[in-house]
Every structure is written in structure tokens, then in C-alpha cells.
């Protein structure tokens, strides 16, 4: 199947400071990328829809400034996470969308656990 | 938006036994797709249902997708110790975007 990268896979941070977070296709070109947040126990959901060359489209209570989104290529978008604060801390996870049209699928990258203290 | 209800939230049983969680929609749905995601680990795709009525299976696994297009079901038969984890659905909205079930979480008793 697809590879999707996510780097790094875990990251401690101190309060106030940026993490960015990249998401890559390996082996596919991915026009539209997706970033969800995940707290434990819970289901997925989504922050924002990455599209490339253009902006991001985020979800209805999610902060734009605060959750910076770039989609350079065909094949990298990240997730920067600015002025980190503890309620912050979570399990972020990025999929690429292969193939649009009926037989769409998304592949998810293998997450970046966050820890802002 | 479209929501779709998963349950149950958890189900444990015992090694051997089989095992369902079901997605309801109050709305019809275009498809469904199902994930699993591990312990600690990430969703990995499984399936995507398209057609009304259909039924696929995956070795252990079968996955049905309802007349009506409103509800969706997977069977796990004589679960095993690598079944354990949560098993989502998912619903494709507009431009891609898939919103996810809550997801059922199985665990298994060797």
C-alpha cells in the first residue's frame, strides 16, 4: 500500500515555544493532505484540509494562526504548532489523499505524539 | 455535517469469539470506509464500501454495507489476539473530507 511519513514520531516542548510537523507521500502525489488531532481514547478529528499551491481550509473552531499550515509540494505538507501550550499536547496525525474521484482513499501517516510542558 | 453513530464504544470477548460494530446514519451515505488502528498506532485503511447491499470479505473480516446505504457493519469471525484495537468508520463529506465515527474498541481475551 502507500507509505505516508510523518517526522518527528514524538516531541517534547516547552510552553511558548513552535514545533512544526511534516507530513510526506513517499511513493504518490498528493494534491490534498489532511491533519487530524487525536485525544486518547477518542476518535479522530479532523483540523484542516491541506491543499497544494493554495490554503488551507480549516475546520469550524480551529485556529488558523495558531496551527499554520503549508503545502509546498505534491508530496509535503506540515503543521506547525505555534506558541505551544500544554492544552496543546496531543496525538496529530496527518493522511494524503491518493486518487480523488469514487475510489479516493486516504493513508495516514504514523503520527507525532506531542508533549507541551 | 453527516455524523455517523458507532457502536459499541467497546466490546471485549474472549479468544474464538466473534465479534460486530455497526455505523448508523440518519443520512444516506455515498461510501463507507473502515479503519483499524492499533494500540499506540496509527488508522490503517481497510476497506471502502460503495455499492448498495455489498458484502466483502477479508479473510476473517467481513464487511457489509446496508440497502439503504445507511448503515454499515464489520464482522470479525473467531477473533484472535491481533484483532485488538479500535475499529472506525468513516464517511466522505464534500472535497475529500472523511468524518469519523467514534469508533468501537476491541480487546481480547487469550
Known amino acids: 500500500g502507500a507509505v505516508v511519513s510523518q517526522h518527528p514520531s514524538r516531541v517534547i516542548c516547552k510552553s511558548g515555544t513552535s514545533v512544526k510537523i511534516e507530513c510526506r507521500s513517499l511513493?504518490?502525489?498528493?494534491?490534498?493532505m489532511f491533519w487530524y488531532r487525536q485525544f486518547p481514547k477518542k476518535s479522530l478529528m479532523l483540523m484542516a484540509t491541506?491543499?497544494?499551491?493554495?490554503?488551507?481550509?480549516?475546520e469550524q473552531g480551529v485556529e488558523k494562526d495558531k496551527f499554520l499550515i503549508n503545502h509546498a509540494s505534491l508530496t509535503l505538507s506540515t503543521l506547525t504548532v505555534t506558541s505551544a501550550h500544554p492544552e496543546d499536547s496531543s496525538f496529530y496525525i496527518c493522511s494524503a489523499l491518493r486518487d480523488r474521484g469514487p475510489s479516493e482513499t486516504q493513508y495516514f501517516g504514523p503520527g507525532t505524539r506531542l508533549l507541551v510542558l | 455535517g453527516q455524523q455517523v453513530m458507532q457502536i459499541p464504544q467497546y466490546q471485549h470477548v474472549q479468544e474464538g469469539e466473534d465479534f460486530t460494530t455497526y455505523c448508523n446514519s440518519s443520512?444516506?451515505?455515498?461510501?463507507i470506509q473502515w479503519y483499524k488502528q492499533r494500540p499506540g498506532g496509527h488508522p490503517v485503511f481497510l476497506i471502502q464500501l460503495v455499492k448498495s447491499g455489498e458484502v466483502k470479505k477479508q479473510k476473517r473480516l467481513t464487511f457489509q454495507f446496508g440497502e439503504a446505504k445507511k448503515n454499515s457493519s464489520l464482522h470479525i469471525t473467531a477473533t484472535q489476539t491481533t484483532d485488538v484495537g479500535t475499529y472506525f468508520c468513516a464517511v466522505n463529506t464534500n472535497a475529500g473530507k472523511s468524518t469519523f465515527g467514534d469508533g468501537t474498541t476491541l480487546t481480547v481475551k487469550p
Open positions: 443520512t444516506t451515505l455515498s461510501n
Open positions: 511513493d504518490f502525489q498528493a494534491t490534498t
Open positions: 491541506s491543499n497544494e499551491g493554495s490554503k488551507a481550509t480549516y
